[in-house]
């Protein structure tokens, strides 16, 4: 089969384009190179949770936050080799929903994961959004925070419209720069050990008045949020240039990057500057770099990371962004969601309604969570939101290994008996699942509150499904890979 484009014009078929399992031709334009994908990954995690969550890391763990990153990033990257192992399959958009619908061929359960991943995108897109916000005010203070948030969801949109190629090169580019400011926390942390003025018991300090162990998941619970993020990749799939091979390598490579340099700052950020000044901040980084550690002027050095770190979260946002889009877009052709998100504009080749109605919806979480702020409910936008995010990414990440080991069964194999596409190991996934697991029990009991948030998200989920059964013309998009093909 060949693409849209290729039909069109004449031109050889892309074999790309053509899915072993015999999927429909896409739309959407495969220009995604490894060596983008790479950075589309490194990027997408290093601005999600580094800038914006260590404080409250540190809030909950002490002296030795930084053991919170480390666990979250081995349970995230373990998870990152099942879609790694799923994508090598399956590489079309609708990430994990589309396994799970393969997997299962359960029309209800692809309905529930599909809603579960918009919906944690669209409240991690609100977290870092507010978390914008917090660094913008640090330049300049004068606008209201929630006008901030909200252009910012507003501009974000309209890049992505513009096209996937410059989203990703915008991505790209602005890993360049985020890299440079965490670079930056850690030049600070090695000019203060080597005047010898760190603290190294603080390392290994857990500030905390409970027991260590449910302090360090507690951490872990919040730190998680820095790696979702990884899972967005598999929702441009359909956008890479040959997956099967640039997929693992950019991700697990990505995501294993990101994890390094998520631990070294976190120890850099705890010797630097003490537990309990990091835990107060919206902004905590700012307060590394305010440590006065380095000889240069303390106000200079704070708008300039307060800048970078803003690019840092747009980055991410941005990869949100298009995460929601192409979600929408592949599961309208599943006849999951109405077809109306399955448009792609005439000249820009971008899903333009599922990127209107994808703001619309963050926007209205923003605003929600500053309607309670003003009528004086105690609320932390940007940890409430990121709780929420972290509770829909571990039920998907759970039914994702899971869906692994099921799709196994029909996995292709070489004449010598070994599977044609990257194989996790086993022991991994199954480590990967229990910790997951876990984690997802600890923070649904530690904070039930979530819930409500999370049943609000689920409620726009079960509208769009009644819409796409009401009124939906069944059968429209659907190919050889919709979900009665999935269910035999």
């Not at 440079?180 to 300090?205: E, M, N, P, S, W």
């Not at 929420?388 to 290994?401: P, R």
Request: charged fraction near 10%.
């Amino acid at each position: 089969m060949t693409t849209a484009a290729s039909t069109s014009s004449g031109a050889t078929p892309d074999p790309a384009s053509s899915m072993s399992d015999g999927a429909p031709p896409s739309e959407l334009k495969r220009s995604i190179t490894g060596r983008l994908l790479f950075f589309y990954v490194l990027g997408d995690v290093l601005g999600s949770g580094i800038y914006v969550l260590i404080g409250a890391v540190a809030g909950e763990v002490g002296g030795a936050f930084w053991l919170a990153f480390l666990v979250g990033v081995a349970i995230a990257t373990i998870t990152g080799t099942a879609y790694a192992e799923l994508v090598t399959r399956l590489p079309q958009a609708a990430g994990a929903a589309l396994f799970v619908s393969k997997a299962f061929g359960n029309r209800t359960l692809t309905f529930l994961v599909t809603v579960s991943m918009l919906s944690a995108s669209f409240a991690a897109s609100g977290s870092l959004a507010t978390g914008f916000a917090h660094y913008f005010d640090t330049v300049w203070s004068l606008p209201p925070a929630i006008l901030i948030s909200l252009g910012f969801v507003v501009l974000l949109t309209i890049v992505n419209f513009i096209g996937i190629t410059e989203s990703a090169v915008a991505t790209m580019i602005m890993t360049f720069v985020e890299v440079a400011g965490l670079a930056f926390i850690l030049l600070i942390g090695v000019v203060h050990v080597g005047r010898g003025d760190a603290d190294f018991a603080r390392l290994t300090d857990f500030s905390t008045d409970g027991n260590e162990i449910f302090a360090l998941v507690a951490g872990v619970a919040l730190a998680f949020f820095a790696m979702t993020g990884f899972e967005n990749a598999a929702n441009v799939a359909e956008e890479v240039v040959e997956p099967q091979r640039n997929f693992p390598r950019a991700l697990v490579g990505g995501m294993v990057c990101a994890g390094v340099i998520y631990v070294l700052v976190a120890m850099a950020a705890s010797l630097v500057v003490d537990v309990r000044q990091l835990a107060a901040s919206d902004a905590a980084l700012i307060e590394v770099v305010e440590a006065g550690v380095l000889p240069l002027s303390i106000s200079v050095l704070s708008v300039v990371f307060a800048i970078i770190a803003m690019i840092a979260i747009g980055n991410t946002t941005l990869v949100a962004v298009v995460t929601q889009s192409r979600i929408l877009y592949g599961m309208a052709r599943e006849d999951v969601v109405p077809g109306v998100f399955g448009v792609v504009h005439r000249t820009r080749r971008s899903p333009w309604v599922a990127l209107v109605f994808s703001s619309g919806v963050v926007s209205t979480l923003l605003l929600v969570g500053w309607g309670l702020s003003q009528a004086g409910v105690s609320l932390d936008v940007v940890e409430r939101l990121a709780t929420v995010t972290v509770v829909f990414t571990l039920f998907i990440y759970s039914l994702v290994i899971v869906s692994t080991f099921r799709l196994r069964e029909s996995a292709p194999l070489d004449a010598d008996g070994r599977s044609e596409t990257y194989r996790a190991p086993t022991p991994l996934l199954i480590l990967g699942l229990v910790g997951n697991l876990t984690l997802l029990a600890y923070v649904v009991i530690d904070d039930p509150g979530s819930l409500a948030w999370v049943a609000g998200l689920l409620a726009l989920g079960v509208a769009l499904f009644a819409i796409e059964r009401t009124v939906g013309r069944q059968g429209e998009h659907r190919g050889p890979t919709g979900l009665d093909a999935a269910s035999g």
